[in-house]
Nanobody, 123 residues
């Protein structure tokens, strides 16, 4: 199986910066895509940014120009650098990895989530 562990996050004033990291462990064969999502209180989980194995990135309009996603396929890690943070960025942030992994002698595909990290931006 595959496990994701997140680190980073916390409390910051508006205009500040935070960095989130996510590391995967397990018998990973390859990574299809990596991403970050967030969920604010009373709202649905939404996409923040994604990056493919070919390093193509996609960002939500609300974070373009402020957030940067980066990934390392060899290390199975994905980071999110968040600059110029706004109070509306306050949410629990989740990393997500789509991977192929070994289960015995079989190669399987799975979609995994990190445990979530609170990001709070004060005004």
């Amino acid at each position: 199986q595959v496990q994701l562990v997140q680190s980073g996050g916390g409390l910051v004033q508006a205009g500040g910066s935070l960095r989130l990291s996510c590391a995967a462990s397990g018998s990973i064969f390859s990574i299809n895509a990596m991403g970050w999502y967030r969920q604010a209180p009373g709202k649905q989980r939404e996409l923040v940014a994604t990056i493919t194995s070919g390093s193509s990135t996609n960002y939500a309009d609300s974070v373009k120009g402020r957030f940067t996603i980066s990934g390392d396929n060899a290390k199975a890690t994905v980071d999110l650098q968040m600059n110029s943070l706004k109070p509306e960025d306050t949410a629990v942030y989740y990393c997500n990895l789509g991977v192929q992994y070994w289960s015995g002698f079989n190669r399987r595909t799975g979609d995994y989530w990190g445990q979530g990290t609170q990001v709070t931006v004060s005004s």
